[in-house]
């Protein structure tokens, strides 16, 4: 992703979900989305859908976390 897509989602993100620690980061070696981090926390994957322009969010959530 391009670092103005990545600095207008990581804006999205931070008033969204009202948390100032979120942040979007570029994938070390993809160019095709982007990690999203609250502090260390690593919490998904954001993709950017090329055909329509729209972006998804994919959040995998561990059983162990739920306990």
Do not use: T
């Not at 969204?16 to 919490?43: C, H, I, M, T, W």
């Amino acid at each position: 992703m391009k670092p103005d897509e990545i600095r207008k989602l990581d804006a999205f993100f931070k008033r969204v979900f009202q948390n100032p620690r979120l942040e979007v980061k570029a994938r070390p070696r993809k160019d095709d989305s982007a990690e999203v981090y609250v502090g260390d926390e690593f919490l998904g994957i954001v993709f950017k859908d090329e055909d329509d322009g729209d972006y998804n969010f994919s959040m995998a959530i561990l059983d162990v976390d739920l306990d």
